[in-house]
């Protein structure tokens, strides 16, 4: 019996609703903010790399979002990418080509092409490409929620969350299931906003990323790459920034075969966006979530840890309700990110709205369309 409130998130496009064709025009505001964020001008090319099983409805929007700016859409569907490298042999000389010659790539993919090496983090910087990953969020629902949320807004969060984790010696993060870690060797993404050539980011926007140079404690998943919504406790112990045992039933065993090596901590993630959803999201959708927190294992090579390279057997743990403490304070209490109640945060989000609608974290209110557009609109 599974305990996970939240185990009926899809596992592929496929098992996403589809959305009515008369919705594109509620998918609107989100297809804005995600123009705006990739700074989308006329006359540019841009690359929508969609899996086959995405919604139409979604490709629509944002392909009418990005010709109504006067920019040169093509639209390319493509197969399904495999989880963490699992086939890693895949062509894509197509995907790499188009990549290549488009200023702007919009990609809806649902495991992330980042775990790809044709089209891994070292090869989009090394082009003029803006890249854009709507890593299983290329959906109705994604759209319609946390990509609602005003850039501004999340970047006045990001800012004044990494002013107090950008120093910080660890970060502890425990959950009601039995999770007890604490991260320490920090180094923190520093997202300066908007695209620039050569960038790659997610979308919704979501959250401050760190790698961590030592992991030590227990985590126990709740949702992963690997396992889905295990049907009994899986039980992760690490020290020293490895993964020294892995204890659980089915899932557990599932787990050590996708990295027979073992693995390593390479990444986490605390959310900042608080119109991203929970119930009904997608792994990678309720990362994003104001209060959440992820992390991301790595396989070994040669029983070393490799961070120059794809994620190879890279698998995402997800924790929806935990609490956060910073050098002993309090950051996220069982879920809440008690930024959203500070002055300088409510004073941005009043720009747009009422602060106690923008902010609310509520994943199941929708921002009304009048508060997610320009400030005062």
């Not at 841009?46 to 700016?69: C, K, N, S």
């Not at 604490?182 to 695209?195: H, K, R, V, Y």
């Amino acid at each position: 019996m599974t305990i996970n409130p939240y185990a009926g998130s899809p596992s592929s496009y496929v098992s996403e609703p589809a959305a009515g064709p008369y919705s594109i025009v509620e998918l609107m505001p989100g297809v804005r903010n995600l123009c705006e964020y990739v700074r989308l001008a006329a006359g540019e090319r841009v690359l929508l790399l969609m899996e086959h099983t995405v919604d139409p409805v979604v490709v629509q929007a944002i392909a009418a979002g990005a010709a109504f700016r006067g920019a040169d859409v093509r639209i390319l569907s493509v197969p399904p990418f495999s989880a963490g490298g699992w086939d890693r042999g895949a062509p894509l000389q197509i995907e790499t080509a188009a990549f290549h010659e488009a200023d702007v790539v919009i990609s809806g993919t649902w495991w992330g092409e980042v775990h790809t090496a044709p089209l891994f983090f070292d090869q989009i910087k090394a082009r003029s490409s803006r890249f854009l990953s709507l890593h299983m969020t290329a959906t109705a629902g994604a759209l319609l929620t946390g990509g609602r949320l005003p850039a501004e807004v999340f970047y006045a969060l990001l800012s004044r969350a990494l002013r107090q984790l950008s120093g910080a010696g660890s970060i502890r993060v425990t959950s009601g299931r039995g999770t007890d870690v604490t991260f320490s060797g920090l180094t923190f993404d520093p997202d300066p906003g908007a695209l620039r050539p050569g960038d790659w980011r997610p979308f919704p926007y979501g959250g401050a990323n760190f790698w961590p140079t030592d992991t030590e404690g227990v985590i126990m998943i709740e949702d992963s790459t690997v396992t889905g919504v295990p049907g009994e406790p899986v039980r992760l112990t690490l020290e020293g920034n490895l993964v020294r045992k892995i204890e659980g039933g089915a899932e557990a065993e599932s787990l050590r075969r996708y990295a027979p090596e073992g693995f390593y901590m390479r990444h986490g993630l605390i959310g900042l966006n608080p119109k991203v959803r929970i119930a009904g999201g997608t792994q990678f959708e309720r990362e994003k979530h104001a209060g959440a927190f992820y992390c991301g294992i790595d396989g070994l090579t040669g029983g070393e840890p490799v961070t120059t390279g794809p994620g190879f057997a890279h698998c995402d743990c997800q924790m929806d309700r935990p609490t956060v403490t910073v050098d002993g304070e309090l950051f996220i209490e069982q879920g809440r990110l008690l930024l959203l109640d500070e002055p300088e945060i409510q004073e941005v989000a009043a720009r747009f709205g009422p602060p106690e609608v923008v902010l609310d974290d509520n994943p199941v209110m929708i921002l009304p369309r009048r508060y997610t557009g320009l400030p005062g609109k």
